[in-house]
């Protein structure tokens, strides 16, 4: 059993504060399956008993990290404000998309085991993962249909729109993450990104019907 570090004496917030600390570099060390409350007191370097203090469970202790990343999340994402004098609406999308690949981009190990390790959990945890999702699908449609309002979002159902588009920036977010790549791989992700929800890629008129010409080789 560790024995608590009793120097500097922190109070109820800093011990919180620590075990969430530690709880995160274990979870990215072992994955959500295989870390465990053992793992978390020695890397906190607390006691098991102090553990239950503040957390019920592992669980517990990583829907916290959870509700802080979501915040993040929800904090990094600006208002689109037409009538900004000193920022197109264009730069201030590609702003909001860097400050979201930012932010997953920091926390990779957090948003490595979002993406991957948490899936297959207990029942209760995967209904709190389901949540984080529903409520960043939500955040976004939100943000599409009020784009529809002003005018900068073409016509379609947001809901659908905000699926295609998470669905896409998971992707990408995992193979980033998965590479190692570092925060300041931010901009030219966002870029690409940009790119592809303003224009896409395929250039075809859909109304006639796409092409005639017949593929090269």
Do not use: W
Not at 180 to 208: K, M, P, Q, T
């Amino acid at each position: 059993m560790p024995r608590e570090r009793t120097a500097g004496a922190p109070n109820r917030v800093e011990r919180r504060q620590h075990i969430l600390a530690a709880a995160r570099h274990v979870f990215a060390k072992h994955g959500y399956h295989e870390a465990t409350i053992d793992h978390i007191v020695v890397e906190a370097g607390v006691a098991r008993g102090t553990f239950y203090l503040y957390f019920a469970d592992k669980r517990a202790v990583f829907s916290d990290l959870i509700d802080r990343f979501s915040a993040r999340i929800s904090m990094a994402i600006q208002r689109i404000d037409p009538g900004d004098a000193t920022r197109t609406i264009a730069e201030q999308v590609r702003g909001n998309i860097r400050a979201i690949l930012g932010v997953c981009l920091a926390e990779r190990a957090l948003t490595k085991i979002l993406l991957t390790d948490a899936a297959g959990a207990d029942t209760g945890f995967e209904r709190r993962l389901n949540t984080f999702y529903d409520e960043v699908v939500q955040l976004l449609a939100e943000s599409l249909r009020e784009g529809q309002t002003l005018g900068i979002v073409r016509d379609g159902e947001p809901r659908v729109l905000a699926y295609l588009t998470i669905g896409a920036l998971k992707e990408l977010l995992y193979q980033a993450v998965t590479l190692g790549l570092a925060e300041e791989s931010a901009d030219a992700l966002a870029e690409h990104v940009f790119a592809f929800i303003a224009g896409g890629y395929i250039r075809v008129d859909a109304a006639a019907g796409g092409s005639r010409r017949r593929p090269r080789g």
